[in-house]
């Protein structure tokens, strides 16, 4: 499964936020590990290596959850878009991956 815990995210911008680095740091770094799990996801859900719908839906929705915070909108409503037609169509297995 692609996203296999959703209390992943939270702990990670608590870490960030642990780091007590400058703002502006602060925010590229988290603009950086949403924009990389989206990069990795898409990947993911290219080669097929996605499991069932539901888990490809969910992780869009976690790593759109990503995006959002980082104020990157425009990316995030593309993969709110995506996780809905994964949770439509189902298990993607053997299809031409058509959300990509």
Same mark, same amino acid.
């Given at each position: 499964?692609?996203?296999s ?5 939270? +702990?990670? *911008? +608590? ?5 007590r =680095? $400058? ?8 603009? *950086?590990?949403?924009t990389?799990? /989206?990069?990795? =996801?898409? +990947?993911?859900?290219a080669?097929?290596?996605s499991? $069932? ?11 759109g *959850?990503?995006?959002? /915070? ?10 709110? +878009? $995506?996780a =809905?037609q ?6 993607? /297995?053997?299809?031409?991956s058509?959300?990509?």
């Amino acid at each position: 499964a692609i996203c296999s815990s959703s209390s992943v995210v939270p +702990q990670v *911008w +608590q870490r960030c936020a642990a780091l007590r =680095l $400058d703002h502006g740091i602060l925010a590229s770094f988290r603009a *950086w590990i949403a924009t990389s799990a /989206e990069t990795w =996801l898409r +990947q993911r859900l290219a080669q097929g290596d996605s499991g $069932d719908g539901a888990a490809s839906a969910a992780a869009c929705d976690t790593v759109g *959850w990503l995006l959002r /915070e980082v104020s990157l909108h425009h990316r995030a409503a593309a993969l709110l +878009q $995506d996780a =809905l037609q994964l949770a439509l169509c189902g298990d993607m /297995e053997g299809s031409g991956s058509p959300v990509l």
